[in-house]
């Protein structure tokens, strides 16, 4: 089976990275630029890598965010003052960029901000102006 396109220039990519390093002829400056660069392909590849790896990437961001309003009040009671999992959409937001969009864009889900939910960032208050 022959390479793809893409394995055939990062293939390319990687002999000119040796030949350059090698040679000494890439600076420190252009080095961090291809790093960076570098990083910024590997996490859009894997962006797209991962939207295959579950049915749940599939779903709309409003079916995902009326899951996530279960999860957060799994007795439908999302608009009381004392939801039953006060924490679960941070938890929720933490688990992969789709989720955290998703979440943070779905204002029901932070109806309500109990102090329990806030006291695990108390100690970021420091930092605030």
Request: proline share 8%.
């Amino acid at each position: 089976m022959a390479p793809s396109p893409v394995m055939q220039v990062l293939r390319a990519l990687d002999s000119a990275v040796d030949a350059a390093l090698n040679d000494h002829t890439i600076s420190t400056e252009e080095l961090g630029h291809t790093t960076s660069f570098l990083t910024m392909t590997v996490s859009r590849m894997n962006q797209y890598r991962n939207q295959f790896k579950t049915h749940v990437g599939k779903l709309p961001p409003e079916t995902l965010a009326r899951i996530f309003e279960f999860v957060v009040a799994p007795d439908k009671a999302i608009y009381t003052s004392s939801p039953a999992r006060p924490c679960a959409a941070d938890h929720l937001a933490l688990v992969c960029k789709s989720w955290r969009t998703t979440a943070l864009g779905w204002p029901r889900l932070w109806y309500h901000i109990s102090d329990e939910a806030i006291h695990p960032y108390m100690s970021m208050r420091k930092y605030l102006p």
